[in-house]
């Protein structure tokens, strides 16, 4: 079992960044290809960007390559997403989640945290 805990959601102002980190509670995180998806209010969970176990490969979204980076730190499991040039569009809950396998479908995803809220104002 992994537990995941995300932070550094909040309000901020279209062309704004933000940071968010996800915290995992066991060594093993350094074995999982590790996911971020996001979810606006009456949308389907969406991909947004994921990474292998060792950091070497990582995959986006057309609607995030170019302004967001995702990147991990396995001696402190914790797996960061930088978010830049943000817009209206991008607000959602953000969440992580830990798979045995990197992948696009969340089905594929084993574990999950609560996630937060990311709010861009026109």
């Known amino acids: 079992q992994v537990q995941l805990v995300e932070s550094g959601g909040g309000l901020v102002q279209a062309g704004g960044s933000l940071r968010l980190s996800c915290a995992a509670s066991?060594?093993?995180?350094?074995?999982?290809?590790m996911g971020w998806f996001r979810q606006a209010p009456g949308k389907e969970r969406e991909f947004v960007a994921a990474?292998?176990?060792?950091?070497?490969?990582?995959y986006y979204a057309d609607s995030v390559k170019g302004r967001f980076t995702i990147s991990r730190d396995n001696a402190k499991n914790t797996v960061y997403l930088q978010m830049n040039s943000l817009k209206p569009e991008d607000t959602a809950v953000y969440c992580c989640?830990?798979?045995?396998?990197?992948?696009?479908?969340?089905?594929?995803?084993?574990?999950w945290g609560q996630g937060t809220q990311v709010t861009v104002s026109s």
């Open positions: 990474i292998i176990w060792n950091g070497g490969n990582t």
């Open positions: 989640a830990a798979a045995t396998k990197v992948a696009g479908n969340p089905y594929e995803y084993d574990y």
């Open positions: 066991r060594r093993t995180f350094r074995t999982y290809a």
